[in-house]
């Protein structure tokens, strides 16, 4: 069968069968196009059917996560894990407990999390989890209730040699721990179950910064190939979480300024440079808004309810590290009024599809996160082999090696799209290279 008639029959039949899915389908169709011109020169992958297997998750686990709150009362939420590939390693994708989680959020970042973690190099499936559990508001107590009740259910179904979940939007230290405490309560200890574990007990130096600084390290040796550095460069940065915060402590470490952060209410403009340091204090010790922010810092403005999308102030680089489809088509559209040169992709699939084809036709360089962001999962992947030799190396270490890893998926992104005639097309050099690996692992294991 013909390359394109093989896609194009899969893509028909995902979305009949997945009808009303709309971020999942919304990866499949950024996905799926750009794999034809490689199927097109690799035949044995259509004949042996490969990517109509792949596209099926081996397993997708729905349970009820009652628990109960501090007045008495039982709740209940929805728990999923989606176990998606395991062709080149264990399961391996976070956890998000966000009251917008539902399947097919879950099924778009699992699938999403296949070629990330393919092209990191290292041994990691694609697999993703959550809740419709929101932990904003909630004590102490009622979030470690609903986390004990929660991993009493996952237990059953991850392990260090089958499946490690690791942290995700509204799953930080605080619900890593409770976690991995009940875990450990029920089938004894196996640190290596989970990532993202705090310093003192089986965590990885530079895990909590992984993911913001490979973002920025990506772009790094984007503008290093341009012959330019973030030296004096103006960035807009969304979210103001796990992500957000790391990426703007590298930028302003590598010479850049930080103009904006946000949250879910709203956002702070600084003309002097977001205070880093502030929002950390903020938002990972205090638990508060990002509108206190402009309590000690009266030149900077909060927004309150709008997005920073929407608005114009001229900047170079983009790096939108809040959620899905953050900016829109017409957001875009500003963005490129802005002057944004380049768009990395702290978040995942924070552009609609309609906002990378504006970002594309005015040669804008985007950088799809399961490229850009998938600093996070590769020092995971550290912090399991650090776990099973019961050793733990270094922050420089692991900072270096996610560095490299970086410029290798980079580079592997850049090349594979130069070698199929789509320069700086990191979407399809992503995709390609991220289906190969794994492709090629389904058809010499008899496409388990
Ligand atoms: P956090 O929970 O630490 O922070 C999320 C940030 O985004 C918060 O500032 C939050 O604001 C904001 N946000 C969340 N939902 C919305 C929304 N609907 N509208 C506007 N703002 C929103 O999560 P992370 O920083 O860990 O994750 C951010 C993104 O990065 C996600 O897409 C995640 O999948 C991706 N990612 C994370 C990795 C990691 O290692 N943590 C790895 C790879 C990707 P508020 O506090 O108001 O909710």
């Known amino acids: 069968m013909e390359a394109k008639q093989y ?10 069968n997945d009808r009303g899915q709309v971020e999942y389908l919304q990866a499949i169709d950024e996905f799926l196009p750009t794999v034809e011109v490689f199927l097109k020169e690799n035949p044995a992958f259509i004949d042996a059917n490969i990517l109509g297997i792949l596209i099926e998750p081996e397993r997708m686990l729905q349970f009820r996560v009652p628990w109960q709150d501090d007045q008495g009362n039982w709740q209940v939420n929805r728990g ?3 176990q998606y590939n395991s062709a080149i390693g264990p399961y391996k994708g976070g956890l998000r407990f966000h009251p ?5 959020v879950m099924k778009f970042l699992a699938f999403e999390q296949i070629f990330k973690n393919s092209l990191t190099g290292l041994p990691i499936g694609g697999g993703k989890g959550g809740s419709d559990f929101d932990p904003k508001g909630k004590s ?11 991993m009493t259910e996952l237990q059953k179904h991850i392990g260090p040699s089958t499946d ?4 995700d939007i509204g ?16 089938r004894n200890y196996d640190a290596g179950v989970l990532t993202g574990k705090p310093l003192g007990y089986w965590g990885s130096e530079a895990r909590t910064e992984a993911t913001g600084y490979g973002c920025v390290y990506f772009v790094k040796h984007l503008l290093n190939d341009l012959n330019e ?7 807009v940065v969304s979210g103001s979480g796990n992500v957000a915060i790391y990426a703007m402590e590298k930028v302003k470490e590598l010479g850049g300024t930080v103009l904006t952060c946000s949250d879910s209410n709203g956002f702070i403009y600084d003309p002097n440079g977001i205070d880093v340091e502030l929002v950390k204090e903020l938002k990972e010790k205090n638990r508060e808004r990002i509108s206190k922010y402009v309590t000690t810092h009266k030149e900077a403005t909060y927004y309150d309810g709008q997005s920073v999308w929407d608005f114009e102030i001229a900047y170079d680089i983009a790096l939108p590290c809040a959620t899905q489809n953050e900016i829109n088509e017409k957001q875009a559209d500003l963005l490129v009024k802005n002057g944004g040169k380049v768009v990395a992709e702290g978040a995942n699939m924070p552009c609609t599809l309609d906002a990378v084809a504006v970002l594309d036709k ?13 600093g996070g999962v590769a020092v995971s992947a550290l912090e399991m082999s650090q776990n099973s030799e019961r050793l733990s190396w270094s922050f420089e270490k692991v900072d270096s090696m996610l560095d490299d890893i970086m410029q290798n998926i980079y580079q592997t992104c850049r090349d594979t799209a130069n070698k199929y005639n789509a320069p700086n097309n990191f979407v399809l050099g992503a995709n390609i290279a991220g289906f190969e690996k794994v492709a090629q692992a389904m058809l010499s294991q008899g496409l388990v």
């Open 7 to 16: 896609v194009e029959e899969i893509q028909k039949k995902i979305h009949a």
């Open 80 to 82: 999923y894990r989606v």
């Open 100 to 104: 917008s989680v539902n399947l097919s």
């Open 140 to 150: 102490d107590g009622e979030v470690m209730r609903f986390c004990q009740s929660f």
């Open 164 to 167: 490690v979940p690791a942290g």
């Open 171 to 186: 799953v930080g230290a605080r619900e890593i721990g409770y976690l991995f405490g009940m875990y450990k309560r029920l």
């Open 229 to 235: 550095s973030f030296k004096g460069k103006k960035v």
């Open 362 to 374: 005015a040669g804008v360089l985007y950088c799809p996160g399961k490229a850009a962001n998938a």
